[in-house]
């Protein structure tokens, strides 16, 4: 990488672009008539879209053949806690074991019912930590 590119990235990245992740239909190498697409490189800002892979630095115009894609936050929280935090208590509640497990209030009391969680037996249901981190183990993403 030499330093004009850099240079050009490092803008590019402090003016709020990040790399695109997102699927490219094959026609948009050619509309834009570019001499190797395996070295295509994307930036976006969207709907702004940089390619910085060769000396074209092509900025389409036409967005047509890219995928749109949805913003990730950085880290998903609740209550202004993420699922780890959340986890370090040694109780939890409903909402916020279904928050961890990424399931419904029903499936969390549900699975408390019928043993799959362990749960306090009065009311209002709290769930164990342990047994939410042990369900986390057997979910296959």
Known sequence: MNSTLCRT???LLADGFEQYNGIID????ERLECPDPKK????CSWPILHCLGCRKRCTP???????VTLPM???????GLTAPQLL??????VDEAAFCLNISHSLVR??????????TINKPVRVTS?????ELENIDV
Do not use: N
Request: hydrophobic share 35%; charged share 35%.
């Open 9 to 11: 990235l490092r803008k």
């Open 61 to 67: 115009k036409d967005i047509s053949g890219f995928q």
């Open 73 to 79: 936050p950085e880290e998903l929280t609740y209550e």
């Open 40 to 43: 295509a490189y994307w930036v």
């Open 130 to 134: 342990e047994s939410v981190a042990k």
């Open 26 to 29: 094959p026609a948009v190498y």
């Open 110 to 119: 549900k699975w408390a019912k019928c043993g799959k969680l362990d749960a």
């Open 88 to 93: 370090k208590k040694k109780l939890l509640r």
